[in-house]
C-alpha cells in the first residue's frame, strides 16, 4: 500500500469509525502526539473532543467519504456528515431534525501519524437548517 493509499484509509477510519463508530480512541493511532489543529498545537485530544462534541448533539451520525486525493504528504478529503440535533449546538436547542453539511480536511502525515490537520466545514449551512 502506497503512503497515499494508507493515507486515504487513515483519512476514512477516523471518519467512519472515529466519528461515526465512536471509536474516539483511534485518535491516538491516527494523529501525532504534537498534532496541529488549524494552526493551534493539540494532539490527539482536540480531534477527539472535536468528534465527542458533535456526537453529543447529533444522532445516528453518518459520514459520506467522496473525493480523496493523496499528493506526497497529503490527504485531502471532500465529505458530508449527517445526524439527528439531539442536544444543543452552538447554542440552539436540540431540534430533532436530520441535518447535513458537507467539509473538507487536509492532513499532513509524517512517519504514518497526521501531524497537521487544516479543514473547512460548512457550518452555517449546518446552522441554518436547525433555525
Request: glycine share 14%; aromatic share 8%.
Amino acid at each position: 500500500m502506497s503512503a497515499g493509499e494508507a493515507g486515504r484509509e487513515l483519512a476514512r477510519r477516523w471518519l467512519v469509525e472515529g466519528w461515526c463508530g465512536g471509536d474516539l480512541d483511534l485518535a491516538d493511532r491516527i494523529f501525532a502526539p504534537d498534532l496541529v489543529l488549524r494552526g493551534r498545537r493539540v494532539g490527539p485530544a482536540g480531534p477527539r473532543d472535536a468528534a465527542r462534541r458533535i456526537r453529543a448533539s447529533f444522532a445516528g451520525m453518518t459520514v459520506d467519504v467522496g473525493l480523496q486525493v493523496a499528493e506526497g504528504e497529503r490527504v485531502v478529503t471532500y465529505f458530508t456528515a449527517r445526524g439527528r440535533h439531539v442536544a444543543g449546538y452552538r447554542g440552539i436547542p436540540p431540534t430533532g431534525r436530520t441535518a447535513s453539511a458537507s467539509g473538507i480536511q487536509i492532513w499532513t502525515f509524517r512517519d504514518g501519524l497526521v501531524v497537521a490537520d487544516v479543514n473547512v466545514f460548512d457550518e452555517w449551512g449546518l446552522v441554518s437548517q436547525l433555525r
